[in-house]
C-alpha cells in the first residue's frame, strides 16, 4: 500500500495497526508535513541540560518517520490536518465507527447497577460518552464524582464476555481508596489490589494497580486486560505510564480521568494519543454555583520582607530563594499563627520535608490547645497511617493536617476541610488545582457526634514580596501564575498585603 500510495498526491490513507498505534500511507512530501506537524518543543527545554549538551533537540516527536505510525487516539487530529490543507483522507475500514450507545441506555445500566444513589447528569454523560466512542480523556473537576464514573465504566466492561480492567493510580492509598469506593457503592465481588510485593496476577474482573508495581511487567501481563482506566490521567506523561499504555496493544476501551491539565499542548496530545480525544465533563464554578460543591474563597497573603532581606536576595536563583523561604523563621512563625487561629479542619502544604514540614509541624504541636489534633503526613508515613489520617479527619470538626504536596495534594477524597495554607511556592497549575480540590467537597454533619455540617471552604495563599528597585523575585512571578488560573476558574479572591512582623495588620485577614 505505501508503494501505491507514494505516487498519488494529496491523499492520506489511516489503517488501524492496534490498540496503540494506526499506520499512515501517504506520499513523502505529505508525510514530511504530517511529521512537522506533529513535532512540538518541549516547554522550558532550553534549560534542560540534554538540551544544553545539544544530546537532544528538546522536541517531541509523536509521528513515527520509521514506520509512518502515530497513535491511534490522534485521529481526530489527523482529519483536522487534512481539513486546514485540503488533503483527502480516507480511512480504511478496519477503524471503527462510534457504538450505538444512548442517554436512556446509561440511564437503563445505572438501574441495574443498583447504585446507593443517583448518578448526576453530569456523570451520566461523561459515561455515555466514553462508552459510545470507547476512548477518551474525561475532564472532570476533583471533587466531581471520578470515582462514580470510572466504577460505572468498570462493572460495564467487567460484564463483556471475558472483560478483565485494569484501573492504574498513582499512590498506594489511591489503590485502597478505589477499592473502599467500590464497595460503597455496592460492588459486591472482591478487587484485586496491587501494590509493591502484591501478585500481580488475579482471578478477579477489576484490578486495581499503582504504576509504579506494574510498569516492568512484559507486555504478555498486559494482553488480559479488555479496558483501562487510568486515574489521575494528567500523570501519564512520564516514560513508565507510557510504557504501560503502549503495551495494552489488545486494550479497546481507553479511559483516562482527570480534573486538571498543565495547558502544555505536547502534555494534552500525548494524552489523547494514549486515551482519546479529552472531554470536559464539568467545570468546578459550574459545581459551586449548582451547591454540589462547597462555597470557596481565596485569601492570598502577599508577604513583604525589609530592605534588606530584599536587597541580599536581589541576585539569588531560584532555588536559593526558595530555601531562604522555606527556612525564615518569622514566616514560619507566621504560618504556624495562621493554622492555630483558624477554625474548622485545616491542611497547611509543604514542598519539602525535613527543612519546612517537620518545622512547622514542631511549631504547631508545641503550641496547640489540649484536645486538637495533629497530624504529620509526607512521602515516608505509610499508606495506611495515610487512611487513618484520612478517616479521623472525616470526624472531626477542629484537626490540623501538616502534609507534603506528594501525598495529600493529588486523589485523596477528605470531605471536611474548611481551610487550605499553601506553605511553598508553585505555579504548576496542575498542583494548585487538585491541591485546591482537596477543599471542595461537602461534608455532611452528625448532630449526635457533633460533627458540624461544611459548606464553605477557604484557601490561603502565601506569597513572597522580596522586589528590589526593579527586579520581581521568582516567587512573586509564580503567584501571578497562581492569580491567572484563578482567573479562568473564576474563583473569588483577595489579596491582602502584609509586613511580616505586622501582627496588626494579619488579624484582619482570619
Not at 530584599?310 to 532555588?319: E, F, H, I, S
Not at 504541636?365 to 495506611?384: L, M, N, P, Q, S
Not at 458540624?452 to 506569597?463: C, G, N, P, S
Amino acid at each position: 500500500m505505501r508503494d501505491i500510495v507514494s505516487k498519488i498526491e494529496d491523499v492520506l490513507i489511516i489503517r488501524k495497526k492496534d490498540e496503540v498505534y494506526m499506520e499512515v500511507f501517504a506520499d513523502d512530501g505529505l508525510l514530511r508535513e504530517l511529521s512537522d506537524y506533529f513535532t512540538f518543543e518541549v516547554p522550558g527545554a532550553k534549560f534542560m541540560p540534554q538540551v544544553r549538551n545539544k544530546v537532544w533537540d528538546g522536541k517531541i516527536r509523536l509521528f513515527n518517520n520509521r514506520n509512518h505510525t502515530l497513535y491511534y487516539g490522534l485521529i481526530n487530529h489527523i482529519a483536522k490536518f487534512c481539513q486546514e490543507r485540503e488533503y483527502k483522507l480516507k480511512i480504511d475500514k478496519n477503524i471503527e465507527a462510534a457504538d450505538n450507545w444512548s442517554l436512556q441506555d446509561t440511564i437503563d445500566f445505572e438501574k441495574d447497577l443498583g447504585l446507593p444513589f443517583e448518578a448526576r447528569d453530569y456523570q451520566r454523560e461523561a459515561f455515555t460518552y466514553a462508552v459510545r466512542n470507547r476512548r477518551g480523556v474525561l475532564l472532570s473537576p476533583t471533587a466531581s464524582g471520578k470515582s462514580l464514573i470510572i466504577y460505572m465504566l468498570s462493572q460495564h466492561f467487567a460484564i463483556q464476555p471475558g472483560g478483565k480492567v485494569l484501573i492504574i493510580v498513582p499512590t498506594t492509598s489511591l489503590v485502597q481508596q478505589m477499592a473502599k469506593d467500590f464497595k460503597d457503592y455496592g460492588f459486591d465481588q472482591d478487587v484485586h489490589c496491587i501494590t509493591s510485593g502484591v501478585d500481580k496476577n488475579a482471578l478477579e474482573q477489576v484490578t486495581v494497580s499503582t504504576w509504579q508495581s506494574i510498569y516492568k511487567m512484559p507486555k504478555s501481563y498486559f494482553d488480559q486486560f479488555d479496558c483501562v482506566i487510568g486515574d489521575e490521567a494528567h500523570l501519564f506523561k512520564s516514560k513508565s505510564l507510557t510504557t504501560i499504555m503502549t503495551n495494552l496493544t489488545s486494550c479497546k476501551y481507553r479511559f483516562g480521568l482527570t480534573g486538571t491539565l498543565d495547558g502544555a499542548q505536547t502534555h494534552k496530545l500525548v494524552l489523547e494519543g494514549l486515551f482519546g480525544p479529552v472531554k470536559q465533563v464539568v467545570k468546578t464554578k459550574e459545581l459551586i454555583d449548582s451547591k454540589q460543591l462547597a462555597d470557596f474563597d481565596i485569601k492570598a497573603i502577599v508577604l513583604k520582607y525589609g530592605d534588606e532581606a530584599c536587597k541580599a536576595l536581589k541576585d539569588a536563583k531560584y532555588q536559593d530563594e526558595v530555601d531562604w523561604i522555606v527556612r525564615n523563621e518569622e514566616r514560619n512563625k507566621f504560618l504556624a499563627n495562621l493554622a492555630l487561629s483558624l477554625k474548622g479542619n485545616t491542611l497547611m502544604l509543604f514542598q519539602f520535608v525535613e527543612k519546612h514540614g517537620k518545622v512547622l509541624e514542631q511549631m504547631i504541636t508545641e503550641r496547640v490547645e489540649e484536645g486538637r489534633k495533629v497530624f504529620y503526613v509526607h512521602g515516608g508515613t505509610d499508606a495506611d497511617t495515610r487512611e487513618s489520617v484520612r478517616a479521623i479527619t472525616e470526624k472531626e470538626n477542629n484537626a490540623i493536617i501538616v502534609a507534603s504536596y506528594g501525598t495529600f495534594s493529588t486523589g485523596i477524597n477528605i470531605k471536611r476541610l474548611h481551610n487550605i495554607i499553601f506553605t511553598s511556592p508553585t505555579k504548576s497549575r496542575v498542583r494548585t488545582l487538585q491541591s485546591i480540590g482537596r477543599g471542595l467537597r461537602k461534608g455532611g454533619g452528625d448532630e449526635e457526634a457533633g460533627i458540624e455540617e461544611k459548606e464553605q471552604a477557604t484557601l490561603f495563599d502565601i506569597a513572597d514580596d522580596l522586589t528590589w528597585k526593579a527586579r520581581v523575585n521568582y516567587t512573586l512571578k509564580h503567584f501571578a501564575e497562581r492569580v491567572k488560573i484563578y482567573n479562568d476558574e473564576k474563583f473569588n479572591y483577595k489579596i491582602y498585603k502584609v509586613k511580616l512582623n505586622d501582627t496588626v495588620k494579619t488579624n484582619k485577614i482570619y
